[in-house]
T-cell receptor
Framework: DAGVIQSPRHEVTEMGQEVTLRCKPI?????LFWYRQTMMRGLELLIY????????DSGMPEDRFSAKMPNASFSTLKIQPSEPRDSAVYFC??????????????FGNGTRLTVT | AQSVTQLDSQVPVFEEAPVELRCNYS??????LFWYVQYPNQGLQLLLK??????LVESINGFEAEFNKSQTSFHLRKPSVHISDTAEYFC???????????FGKGTRLHILP
């Protein structure tokens, strides 16, 4: 298994530009999570999906952020327009619901976003 | 709403000394508890988990954590640390109702020679 795949690994963009982060979860996993990691706030949950349906997006900072999961093998996180305070490492993670909830989260290697 | 508190942002400890990383949680419902480890420039990896049964859980590399329901804690311990344990450690809870998984802010473990 290739694991959770995120792209790009690094993204540098100018303020005001649109940014799209991509994630391919592990095949067979029915949950997908997007997290943002910063020094100040740690690892924040932005949104998560179950069977491609958004369950909780209360962590999305503002309307500039949107996430989609058009099918079981692909998800995007979009920021439009981007701002310098969006600079962070964005992680995607997937898991499945086992009978005893014993399936851990599998993380991608993250996308380091820098907005100048 | 559930929350996770890791009281220490950084913990320095000498090599071969014991260490404890603290984690407290709050939740109005039952949760499952996890510790994850993050090495530099990588995503997080599962270290150990508590689901039910024995309150003491162990990992393959010598870490252990004890679930204390009355104190709502899940502290991580290791009796003797190694330089290779240098990493950031995250405590997490999974809500059994909606599978929401949230993390503490992390504790950076510095191993001193």
């Amino acid at each position: 298994d290739a694991g959770v795949i995120q792209s790009p690994r690094h993204e540098v963009t100018e303020m005001g530009q649109e940014v799209t982060l991509r994630c391919k979860p592990i095949s067979g996993h029915d949950y997908l999570f997007w997290y943002r990691q910063t020094m100040m706030r740690g690892l924040e949950l932005l949104i998560y999906f179950n069977n491609n349906v958004p369950i909780d997006d209360s962590g999305m900072p503002e309307d500039r952020f949107s996430a989609k999961m058009p099918n079981a093998s692909f998800s995007t996180l979009k920021i439009q327009p981007s701002e310098p305070r969006d600079s962070a490492v964005y992680f995607c993670a997937s898991t499945r619901r086992g009978d005893s909830y014993n399936s851990p989260l599998h993380f991608g290697n993250g996308t380091r976003l820098t907005v100048t | 709403a559930q929350s996770v508190t890791q009281l220490d942002s950084q913990v320095p400890v000498f090599e071969e000394a014991p260490v404890e990383l603290r984690c407290n949680y709050s939740s109005s419902v039952s949760v499952y508890l996890f510790w994850y480890v993050q090495y530099p420039n990588q995503g997080l990896q599962l270290l150990l988990k508590y689901l039910s049964g024995s309150t003491l859980v162990e990992s393959i590399n010598g870490f252990e954590a004890e679930f204390n329901k009355s104190q709502t804690s899940f502290h991580l311990r290791k009796p003797s640390v190694h330089i290779s344990d240098t990493a950031e450690y995250f405590c997490a809870v999974r809500d059994i109702r909606d599978d929401k998984i949230i993390f503490g802010k992390g504790t950076r473990l510095h191993i001193l020679p």
